[in-house]
């Protein structure tokens, strides 16, 4: 064997060693690279069950987005400022506020189901089960996420009696 054969083999040796130790390390970075995510709901208390979780936790490994929602209520999208939708219609309201909602998690690659934490505003607290029975009949089977229900005296707009924040989380694709 000639030396110019034996440098050419010990290279091309390296060359493939080399390779192979870069895929495999490649895949194993793919492999921790892809994001876990787990969100769990927790209720202690009986009457809760069902109507909110009294805790959200939120674990995952790699990157993740958080979306926040701040005060979606009935405001026309195609009208002016302080046009409202379904005036002196509660319920009307609540629905219109929750597709608003579902479509801008949407946008963002979210669901319900990603929702962590809701902050719902009323105008007044009687309306606090009808309230419940919009926010369950959208959330459907889903566990509620934790959830605030605050009564407060006028909301963005005269006409408004309901308004909306969410938290939500999705694994960053």
């Not at 969100?39 to 939120?58: C, H, I, L, M």
């Not at 902050?119 to 934790?146: H, K, L, N, W």
Request: one cysteine or more; hydrophobic letters at 40%; aromatic letters at 10%.
């Amino acid at each position: 064997m000639t030396r110019t054969t034996t440098f050419a083999m010990r290279t091309t040796t390296f060359a493939a060693s080399l390779a192979a130790m870069i895929l495999g390390c490649s895949a194993t970075a793919s492999a921790q690279a892809a994001p876990t995510f787990e969100k769990k709901n927790y209720n202690y208390s009986e009457w809760a069950k069902g109507r909110f979780s009294e805790a959200v936790t939120v674990s995952f490994s790699g990157p993740a987005k958080m979306i926040f929602l701040a005060g979606v209520g009935a405001e026309d999208e195609s009208g002016k400022p302080g046009d409202i939708r379904h005036k002196d219609d509660f319920v009307a309201q609540c629905r219109y506020a929750y597709d608003k909602i579902k479509r801008a998690l949407e946008k963002n690659g979210a669901g319900f189901g990603d929702i962590v934490k809701i902050v719902s505003y009323v105008t007044d607290m009687r309306f606090q089960a009808d309230y419940g029975r919009c926010r369950s009949e959208i959330f459907g089977a889903t566990p509620p996420p934790a959830h605030t229900l605050l009564n407060i005296v006028q909301l963005a707009w005269p006409g408004m009696m309901v308004e909306v924040d969410v938290t939500a989380m999705v694994p960053l694709k």
